[in-house]
């Protein structure tokens, strides 16, 4: 079992800037993939940012440029976003599992973190 424990979401401007971190129980390394999806109210949990464990990244093509994965050498994974937009506003999700473009193909999941993007 893996817990996922996110922080760093919070209201910024548009243009600004906000990382978001996730935290794994246990080591991530035997996990094939991390993602970061996010969702907005009565809608589907949509893909920004995957990451394999061979360190290939993918990116929804909305936010290509401007955001930003990464992950430490134990089990932290980031997200970078900037030049953030009104349409940005989401809650953020962290996810492990199988490395794939689709919620359904994660099997653990964090609890979420609200980002506003207004001015």
């Known amino acids: 079992q893996v817990h996922l424990t996110e922080s760093g979401g919070g209201l910024v401007q548009p243009g600004g800037s906000l990382t978001l971190s996730c935290t794994a129980s246990?080591?991530?390394?035997?996990?094939?993939?991390m993602g970061w999806f996010r969702q907005e109210p009565g809608k589907q949990r949509d893909l920004v940012a995957v990451?394999?464990?061979?360190?290939?990244i993918k990116y929804a093509d909305s936010v290509k440029g401007r955001f930003a994965m990464s992950r430490d050498a134990k089990n932290t994974v980031y997200l970078q976003m900037n030049s953030l937009k009104p349409e940005d506003t989401a809650v953020y999700y962290c996810?492990?599992?199988?490395?794939?473009?689709?919620?359904?193909?994660?099997?653990?999941w964090g609890q979420g973190a609200q980002v506003t993007v207004s001015s």
């Open positions: 996810a492990a599992g199988n490395y794939g473009l689709h919620s359904y193909e994660y099997d653990y």
């Open positions: 246990s080591s991530i390394f035997p996990i094939l993939g």
């Open positions: 990451i394999s464990q061979g360190d290939n």
